[in-house]
């Protein structure tokens, strides 16, 4: 009888910071993430893409290799359409709705790495399991002679603050044309010395090959309760 009870104030506490339950699950919730699917911008034509950092995401960029005023031509992040008829992926549609987040860069293999951040306003618990996944894609083809062959190599991390308390470090190898889905899970202990800090997200491109494009897709973070 405690325990039904002790699980029912943590599903009310979860609740109350806007934490969805899912309809077919008893104990596991789904944290927010904003444009977790990269959805938005909106974009109209498959293969069409923007060089700007999503709406609800920030750049990731501790080596200085994304500039400010980023063109095709330097490193870069942005948004692009992944629909029925495009060129570069062998799935023919992005994972989750019409988009992905992509993040190239055009500096030599082991510059630096970068990639998208986000801060959730959800916050670390204690006695709870997290399970973090993302589509990672390594997109093929090519374009005017240029050679989209290749894979860069990934990193997901889940955060608290600005520590990083789980990550998934290239542990798949993507083929080109192919997305791959991510997994990080992380168990917290009553006594973490983290708890209550914002949850947090980053997806990193590792700049480990000659092209060096990445994309990400259907963001997803959800929690339960862990019996510790």
Do not use: C
């Not at 943590?10 to 910071?17: K, Q, R």
């Not at 992944?82 to 019409?98: M, S």
């Not at 789980?166 to 080109?176: G, Q, R, S």
């Not at 990080?184 to 708890?195: G, K, R």
Request: no cysteine.
């Amino acid at each position: 009888m405690k325990r039904k009870l002790i699980v029912t104030v943590v599903f009310l506490i979860y609740i109350s910071f806007g934490i969805n339950t899912p309809a077919n699950a008893t104990t596991a919730i789904s944290i927010p993430i904003k444009n977790a699917g990269f959805e938005e911008p909106f974009i109209e034509i498959v293969d069409d893409y923007v060089i700007t950092t999503p709406p609800g995401w920030t750049t990731y960029n501790p080596d200085g290799l994304v500039p400010e005023k980023r063109t095709k031509l330097t490193s870069n992040n942005g948004v692009g359409h992944v629909g029925l008829g495009t060129q570069f992926y062998d799935q023919q549609k992005a994972p989750e709705g019409r988009n992905i987040g992509f993040v190239y860069l055009s500096q030599k293999p082991g510059s630096g790495i970068a990639g998208f951040e986000q801060i959730l306003d959800a916050t670390l618990a204690p006695n709870t399991k997290y399970t973090l996944t993302v589509d990672v894609g390594n997109f093929g083809g090519g374009f005017q002679n240029i050679s989209f062959a290749g894979f860069p190599g990934y990193r997901v991390e889940l955060l608290a603050g600005d520590t990083v308390l789980a990550a998934d470090h290239n542990n798949l190898y993507i083929k080109d044309g192919e997305f791959k889905t991510s997994t990080v899970t992380f168990t917290v202990t009553p006594d973490n010395p983290y708890l209550g800090q914002k949850l947090g997200i980053r997806l990193i491109n590792l700049l480990q090959d000659i092209f060096s494009g990445l994309d990400f897709d259907n963001v997803r973070l959800n929690a339960e309760p862990a019996n510790i």
